[in-house]
């Protein structure tokens, strides 16, 4: 997976290479989909919600350009898997919000169960981001919201980084990388990606519940 679908297009950071060859995606996905664990493109996790394709994980992971003792924030826990490659780079300190309890629960059980103790997940709005462990060198946003929202603008250190896809619902969404310099953001655009709604408040789509 690693060599094929993710060096081959481009990630070179060894950190982030080394945690997707060594973070077990198949103890992150449904068991009807676990031949397809290693295939790069996204698989249905339930509650409306999907786990990443690799590549995507990957790219976002290094565009983070994280470095050891720093502290990121994940909103969008899912199944766990991107916080547990966070957890994988070594010395960085992981927070992860879901919007879903059932997730949220899930994810901190199997996070546990595979040894990601030091990784923290709480159920909540991410939309706010996590006030109480903020400052954050970068924080990383899995669902796409249709703006960025300015909690985790506020809640990122002086040259943090923000990576998160945007777009509306169904709509065209692009990824983007902020750069906190001071009171002042510098943006990339990374490219055409394709992801989820984000759900919370502020945000054009209302929390998906589903039974």
Do not use: C
């Amino acid at each position: 997976m690693v060599a094929l679908t993710i060096e081959e297009r481009g990630i070179s950071d060894p950190d982030v290479l080394r945690a997707m060859r060594t973070v077990p995606r198949h103890q992150f996905v449904l068991p009807e989909y676990l031949e397809q664990a290693y295939a790069d493109h996204p698989l249905p996790i339930g509650y409306g919600q999907t786990i990443s394709q690799p590549y995507i994980v990957a790219w976002m992971t290094e565009k983070l350009d994280l470095e050891a003792g720093e502290k990121v924030l994940e909103i969008g826990t899912g199944s766990g898997y991107q916080a547990a490659v966070l957890a994988e780079l070594g010395d960085i300190e992981v927070y992860s919000i879901e919007i879903v309890p059932e997730l949220a629960e899930q994810a901190a059980n199997r996070l546990r169960e595979l040894g990601y103790t030091g990784v923290q997940v709480k159920e909540g709005d991410g939309y706010f981001g996590w006030k109480e462990h903020a400052p954050f060198d970068a924080i990383i946003v899995t669902a796409a919201p249709d703006h960025v929202p300015p909690p985790l603008v506020e809640q990122l250190n002086d040259g943090g980084r923000l990576v998160i896809p945007i777009g509306p619902p169904g709509g065209y969404q692009s990824l983007w990388q902020f750069v906190k310099e001071g009171d002042n953001l510098t943006v990339y655009n990374l490219g055409g990606v394709i992801f989820v709604p984000f759900t919370g408040a502020g945000t054009s789509s209302a929390p998906m519940r589903h039974p």
